[in-house]
T-cell receptor, first 113, second 113 residues
Framework: EAEVAQSPRYKITEKSQAVAFWCDPI?????LYWYRQILGQGPELLVQ????????DSQLPKDRFSAERLKGVDSTLKIQPAELGDSAMYLC???????????FGPGTRLLVL | GDSVTQMEGPVTLSEEAFLTINCTYT??????LFWYVQYPGEGLQLLLK?????DKGSNKGFEATYRKETTSFHLEKGSVQVSDSAVYFCALRLTGGGNKLTFGTGTQLKVEL
């Protein structure tokens, strides 16, 4: 069964360092999402792509976060510089275009020291 | 703004017990409602959904009914198993809101023998 791949699964970094996460969606899925899940809270959408274009990045802290999906396939989410409050699980999901077909990856757990 | 409120966990039950996890929502218009499940070490998976008032979503023995009058979407299962141990998230999507999901904080369920 096809899955959304994410790497790394765990990342420990120091405050003010740069960090990047990678996501490989299910083949053929045009829509890709990045979510942030703070411990004890539900996932919050950071950015949504349709192919290589950003559809919604209203909740993305653009002063330090950036996301790209250059060829409309895999995607990278970057944080620079990382802050203590960025410690969270970062989830990637992809879909054929409806929320019902949204498949989530296992996530990258980030700890900022 | 739109929001989802879930009962706090963890909820600990014995195998074969009856499960209810409460979920209420606040939204303008008439949202679609979802339950997602996150098993340990895995990504979120769609468990069930309901798109209009009085709809009942069901899957794997779980069910939830969309109650507009009480703005609720409580998750129920008649007889839980150890394998149901997971974190359960209630979520909504606004009509015309694209594929943006608003999640609750999640409820951890632990089922013991």
């Amino acid at each position: 069964e096809a899955e959304v791949a994410q790497s790394p699964r765990y990342k420990i970094t120091e405050k003010s360092q740069a960090v990047a996460f990678w996501c490989d969606p299910i083949s053929g899925h045009a829509t890709l999402y990045w979510y942030r899940q703070i411990l004890g809270q539900g996932p919050e959408l950071l950015v949504q792509f349709q192919d290589e274009s950003v559809v919604d990045d209203s909740q993305l802290p653009k002063d330090r976060f950036s996301a790209e999906r250059l060829k409309g396939v895999d995607s990278t989410l970057k944080i620079q510089p990382a802050e203590l409050g960025d410690s969270a699980m970062y989830l990637c999901a992809s879909s054929l275009g409806t929320v019902e077909t949204q498949y989530f990856g296992p996530g990258t757990r980030l700890l900022v020291l | 703004g739109d929001s989802v409120t879930q009962m706090e966990g963890p909820v600990t039950l014995s195998e074969e017990a009856f499960l209810t996890i409460n979920c209420t929502y606040t939204a303008t218009g008439y949202p679609s409602l979802f339950w997602y499940v996150q098993y340990p070490g895995e990504g979120l998976q769609l468990l069930l959904k309901a798109t209009k008032a009085d709809d009942k979503g069901s899957n794997k023995g779980f069910e939830a009914t969309y109650r507009k009058e009480t703005t609720s979407f409580h998750l129920e299962k008649g007889s839980v198993q150890v394998s149901d141990s997971a974190v359960y998230f209630c979520a909504l999507r606004l009509t015309g809101g694209g594929n943006k999901l608003t999640f609750g904080t999640g409820t951890q369920l632990k089922v013991e023998l």
